[in-house]
């Protein structure tokens, strides 16, 4: 006599994949509608799956750092003047940077003194450093787009004229001088710089044999290190 089939319990194993199927997908409805409920909706959906550059914040960071670049570039310390000077010199005077005094004639041991303006026999003129103070011939230019750096950095150098044997920077007929707007940068014997212009020449006599003066512009720093460079982020 056949024997009845029994039926076992358990599941077939479609039935198996159907189910973790949709447990799979349970789960993920699940994660979305948390960071629905939890993110405020849809932005915070994509937020969470490519965070949004700030470019406005970006922005304003590359602004300041350019402008923090260009207060660097043209750093300077306080002058010690505080302001550009001017000055008048007669012939065979002789002017101290550091505190703008004035000496006629002084003797060329005397280290109290940068730089004399001579005047001297055939219309024979020159600029001559004292012992200890060193000179760069800058070229003609605008006073005020010199930097501090160029001043600070420069090729200082001192050399005794071959023709004259003392420490000139030119020793010239007056028709051949350095014109107006020639710009020569010192280290003075007191370590400091100095940014100096010749603004022009003045007759004071229809004689051409007269000593004639020579008006200057100029500016002395101290030397100091620069601050700290500007850098993304900081």
């Known amino acids: ?8 319990k358990g599941m077939s194993q479609e039935t198996q ?22 993110g405020g909706g849809i932005v915070a959906l994509l937020n969470y799956i490519d965070p949004p550059t700030n470019y406005e914040a970006t922005r304003i960071a590359q602004n300041d750092l350019e402008n923090n670049l260009e207060d660097w ?8 003047s505080g302001d550009p000077q001017e000055a008048t010199l007669q012939g065979l005077d002789a002017i101290d940077f550091e505190t703008g005094h004035i000496s006629a004639a002084p003797s060329q041991t005397d280290r109290d003194w940068d730089l004399q303006f001579g005047c001297w026999p055939e219309n024979m003129e020159s600029l001559r450093v004292f012992e200890g103070v060193s000179w760069f011939e800058y070229g003609t230019a605008n006073f005020e787009s010199i930097k501090y750096r160029d001043i600070r950095d420069a090729n200082f150098a001192a050399q005794k004229h071959a023709q004259t044997g003392y420490f000139d920077l030119y020793y010239l007929h007056k028709g051949n ?3 107006d707007g020639f710009i ?8 400091h710089v100095v940014k100096f212009q010749i603004v022009g020449y003045e007759l004071v006599d229809s004689n051409p044999l007269v000593c004639r003066n020579i008006s ?6 101290p030397v100091v290190a620069d601050p700290p460079r500007p850098v993304s982020g900081g």
Do not use: H
């Open 184 to 191: 020569y940068l010192f280290k003075t014997l007191d370590d």
């Open 216 to 221: 200057i512009r100029y500016e002395a720093f």
């Open 177 to 179: 001088v350095p014109a």
């Open 1 to 8: 006599m056949e024997q009845p089939k029994i039926r076992r």
């Open 17 to 38: 994949n159907r189910g973790g199927c949709a447990s799979w997908f349970k789960w993920i409805i699940g994660v979305i509608i948390a960071l629905l409920a939890a």
């Open 73 to 80: 570039i043209n750093f300077s310390p306080q002058s010690l």
